[in-house]
């Protein structure tokens, strides 16, 4: 019986200090996910913040630079211009040579936004209406109004080359004469060269698959924009950003890998034209996070073991130190059976919550004899075979305890007469043959007696029932011992001598 209390106390030991472990760990797991999250955003912002700072300072540098460049492309437009009412037969012009004087690319452009001659030969035939309809919608704003206008840095559309563009139209408003001006071959782009930093910064940091910039038609720059490079999805989300000036992510993936494609509004401080607005597109992955959290996941593991381990241990040893006192404090140490602290325990418990048993006590006649004459060990060792038998005999429907001395009080949860009378001429059989077992020459004097009072029949609280008990326990003795009695109303009327 001790075992089993040791056992559940170390159980519940066990159950309350795991659970508060793992709830300490699980929380600080979560503030370690949390914070890794965290970390991995916050790294993210920054690297937009680089790239958008790398971006104001090419575009501030070629805003002082791009005026020289600007005035240039305007002589050279107004020129063009005369030439073009000079001769308005684009067809003999030598786009090359013009190419080469105002070392520049030349484009027509018609009324319908379409590119009818160039020096750039695979953007003659460009229809801007179905290419680039924002972009349309500005070239048919500047025929009109026949000013001079120049962009920013822009791309070209078949080579992503970085480019400056600028627009003049023909006095009769037929055509729009476009410029363009290769800015990577210049020596203030190759310093502020943006496209290899946001490549340096990818390469740099592992979350980063790729860093772009994309103007307002969505296309990128230094890449090829004859490529499919939007899918529905992005492009929906490329334009979302656009128009509402808000950062916008979207969930996808390349090839086998989950990435965040992040669309970062940017609006120039130094162009007014067409290219005043861009996006900037961020490709992350959550590879590096991932890596940390499945580490942080496998020391969560070890340390939860190394807790539960400790744990064990601790609560074994307390359990250990505590289970004695504490079992001795409702156990009888000689018998191991519940005693008299534990049955008045019991009795607040159990009688108010069965409606019926039936009360035993036991008590060994003659066993003063066994003291005196063979000695205090020898009555120990048949007190705990007693003890023994009784806790045998009802082991699966009822209690035992010691009361005090050689006697003991056995609650069953019956109440049927028949069963009870059973079971104590059992336990008188049982208890007799223990007895001889245990000594012969105690055999010759030692019985027991038993006295039973019955609930509801016989009252229904412990006093009453034990009182009752202890009546009948005292005529089992008057009418010759060795044998057991339910009390009887008679019985309180008799004289036990």
């Not at 520049?104 to 460009?126: C, K, M, R, W």
């Not at 408003?173 to 340096?200: M, P, R, S, T």
């Not at 202890?470 to 060795?482: H, M, P, T, V």
């Amino acid at each position: 019986m001790r075992n089993n209390f040791r056992k559940k106390l170390f159980a519940m030991m066990i159950l309350f200090a795991c659970s508060l472990s793992f709830t300490i760990s699980i929380i600080d797991y979560k503030r370690i996910r949390t914070d890794t999250v965290e970390s991995n955003i916050k790294q993210v912002n920054s690297i937009e913040d680089m790239v958008e700072q790398t971006l104001q300072t090419v575009e501030k540098v070629n805003h002082y630079f791009n005026n020289e460049i600007a005035e240039q492309m305007k002589k050279a437009s107004v020129e063009l211009i005369e030439k073009y009412e000079e001769n308005p037969d684009f067809s003999t012009w030598d786009f090359q040579l013009l190419k080469e004087k105002y070392d520049a690319d030349i484009y027509i452009i018609n009324q319908e936004n379409v590119i009818t001659h160039s020096s750039f030969l695979p953007d003659i035939g460009l229809d801007f209406n179905r290419c680039c309809k924002k972009i349309a919608k500005v070239l048919e704003n500047r025929l009109k109004s026949g000013e001079f206008h120049h962009d920013g840095i822009d791309l070209e559309q078949e080579t992503g080359h970085v480019k400056k563009y600028s627009y003049m139209a023909t006095r009769d408003k037929k055509y729009l004469i476009q410029l363009g001006v290769l800015l990577e071959d210049k020596a203030v782009f190759q310093d502020f060269d943006f496209i290899k930093a946001n490549h340096y910064l990818a390469q740099k940091y592992p979350p980063i698959n790729e860093i772009n910039i994309l103007n307002i038609a969505g296309k990128p720059f230094g890449k090829n924009p004859r490529e499919k490079w939007l899918t529905v999805e992005r492009r929906e989300a490329f334009n979302k950003a656009l128009t509402s000036g808000e950062k916008v992510e979207l969930e996808g993936h390349i090839e086998d890998q989950q990435v965040i494609y992040r669309y970062v509004p940017y609006k120039s401080e130094y162009d007014y034209g067409t290219t005043q607005q861009k996006v900037i597109e961020i490709i992350y992955n959550q590879n590096t996070i991932q890596a940390i959290l499945d580490r942080n996941k496998q020391i969560f593991y070890i340390q939860l073991f190394i807790i539960f381990a400790v744990t064990i241990v601790i609560s074994f040893i307390i359990a250990k130190w505590v289970s004695r006192p504490m079992y001795l404090a409702f156990h009888d140490s000689l018998t191991g059976l519940k005693n008299r602290a534990a049955f008045d325990e019991m009795a607040l418990d159990t009688f108010n919550n069965r409606a019926k048993l039936a009360l035993f006590m036991i008590d060994l006649d003659h066993f003063k004899t066994v003291n005196d004459c063979l000695g205090h060990d020898s009555g120990d060792q048949l007190l705990k075979n007693v003890a023994k038998t009784i806790e045998k005999a009802v082991d699966k429907i009822g209690e035992v305890y010691r009361y005090g001395g050689d006697e003991f009080i056995v609650v069953l949860y019956i109440s049927d007469r028949r069963l009870v009378n059973d079971v104590a001429k059992e336990l008188i059989s049982a208890i007799q043959l223990s007895i001889n077992n245990t000594n012969s020459l105690a055999a010759d004097h030692v019985t027991a007696s038993i006295g039973i009072a019955i609930r509801p029949e016989h009252g229904t609280d412990i006093q009453t029932l034990y009182k009752k008990a202890d009546i009948a326990l005292y005529q089992s003795k008057a009418k010759g011992k060795a044998q057991y009695h339910v009390f009887d109303q008679d019985m309180l009327c008799s004289t036990v001598d």
